[in-house]
Every structure is written in structure tokens, then in C-alpha cells.
């Protein structure tokens, strides 16, 4: 079955500092690729998503691009703030109609 | 606009009740579905809905009973409630089933006493 692996959290940052999360994933077939952001107190909303390989998805400064070769999807932000601190998951759709979701990683953005 | 709405937000009960959770979507999707959130943040599917009919339930307690009257809501019932069963449950649609966006509700957050 399909599987998310990403990066143990919490990632504690200063603020503008450059932010990578990895994620990479196993799957069958030509899943699509996802970044949710979970703010605290809410539910999950979708951040970016790419559905083929090497397409890059992008919104608020963040961007990933999907690898097939590597089959990973890692998220990066060049200089982050403290409103971007947050949980963010991995996700992919793709074959299976059941979607699979990383674990998350908590961003802690200090001023 | 509220898309996916769920209520109640906080629900604090003692062990052995039975209580239930709504959900609604104005969004016109076909597909909805119930995640149980832990305290590790955790993401674990546990239903899905499609028109109605169950097409997901994953190993879930048979206390848990998810309902759908209509595509637009789906209930979340739990009897003889279990300290184990305190976590964030999210409700989330979609456009179809193999539709790979989802869209998820506030939460509620359940604490069993």
C-alpha cells in the first residue's frame, strides 16, 4: 500500500530563516502529491499540491516539487515567519482512493 | 461562507455515554469522510461516504457508527464512550472518490472523562 514518511518534528526556526521539511513517499502507480497546513486550533487546509512528476507546486512563499526519481516532495520556504508556525502533513492520492498522510511536522517560528 | 462545518466544536462526557457528531458540507461533493486525530497529531482515516454509501471503514470499534442522511452530512456516532476515544475528529469531503482534494471541517475535540 502507499506510505508517507516525513521528518520528525518540531523544527524550531527563527524567524526568515530557511525552512526544509522532507517528505517521501511510496506508492503504485502515479499518485498525486500534497502539503496540508494545520494551524493550531483548526483543521487541515490544503497549502500546494503537484500531480505529476516534476511539477512544483507553490502558495505563500512555499513551494515543492515532485520527484519521482527520489520519490519525495520536500517543502521549503525561504524566509519564514512566525505566522507560519504550524503542523504541516504530507499527503498523497493515487491509485487507492484512500488517501495516506504523513505523521507531521510541527514549525515553531521564534521572532 | 462555512464549507465543511462540524458541531459541536469541544465535547467533554464521562466514560459509558453515548454521544454524536455533525457535519454538514455546502460544497457539493460526493464524498465525505471522518479522521480520528491523536495527541501526536496523528492522522487515521475512518470513514468514508460517497453518495450516501459506506465505501471506507477502516478497523475501527464497532461503537463507532458513522450515518449520512443526505450527501451533504455525515454523523459520527459513538456508544459507551472509552478514555481512548479522547482525541480530534475532523470530518473532510471531496469532489468524487478519487478525487485527490480534500477539505476538512474546524474539528471537535472529544475528552472522555
Known amino acids: 500500500g502507499n506510505s508517507v514518511t516525513q521528518m520528525e518534528g518540531p523544527v524550531t526556526l527563527s524567524e526568515e530563516a530557511f525552512l526544509t521539511i522532507n517528505c517521501t513517499y511510496t506508492?503504485?502507480?502515479?499518485?498525486?502529491l500534497f502539503w496540508y497546513v494545520q494551524y493550531p486550533g483548526e483543521g487541515l487546509q490544503l497549502l500546494l499540491k503537484?500531480?505529476?512528476?516534476?511539477d512544483k507546486g507553490s502558495n505563500k512563499g512555499f513551494e515543492a516539487t515532485y520527484r519521482k526519481e527520489t520519490t519525495s516532495f520536500h517543502l521549503e520556504k525561504g524566509s519564514v515567519q512566525v505566522s507560519d508556525s504550524a503542523v504541516y502533513f504530507c499527503?498523497?492520492?493515487?491509485?487507492?482512493?484512500?488517501?495516506?498522510f504523513g505523521r507531521g511536522t510541527s514549525l515553531i517560528v521564534h521572532p | 461562507d462555512t464549507a465543511v462545518s462540524q458541531t459541536p466544536k469541544y465535547l467533554v462526557t464521562q466514560m459509558g455515554n453515548d454521544k454524536s457528531i455533525k457535519c454538514e458540507q455546502n460544497l457539493g461533493h460526493d464524498t465525505m469522510y471522518w479522521y480520528k486525530q491523536d495527541s501526536k497529531k496523528f492522522l487515521k482515516i475512518m470513514f468514508s461516504?460517497?453518495?450516501?454509501?459506506?465505501?471506507i471503514n477502516e478497523t475501527v470499534p464497532n461503537r463507532f457508527s458513522p450515518k449520512s442522511p443526505d450527501k451533504a452530512h455525515l454523523n459520527l456516532h459513538i456508544n459507551s464512550l472509552e478514555l481512548g476515544d479522547s482525541a480530534v475528529y475532523f470530518c473532510a469531503s471531496s469532489l468524487e472518490t478519487r478525487s485527490p482534494q480534500q477539505f476538512f471541517g474546524p474539528g471537535t475535540r472529544l475528552t472522555v472523562l
Open positions: 506508492a503504485t502507480g502515479y499518485p498525486s
Open positions: 499527503a498523497i492520492s493515487g491509485g487507492s482512493y484512500i488517501p495516506t
Open positions: 461516504y460517497n453518495n450516501k454509501e459506506l465505501i
Open positions: 503537484a500531480t505529476k512528476a516534476d
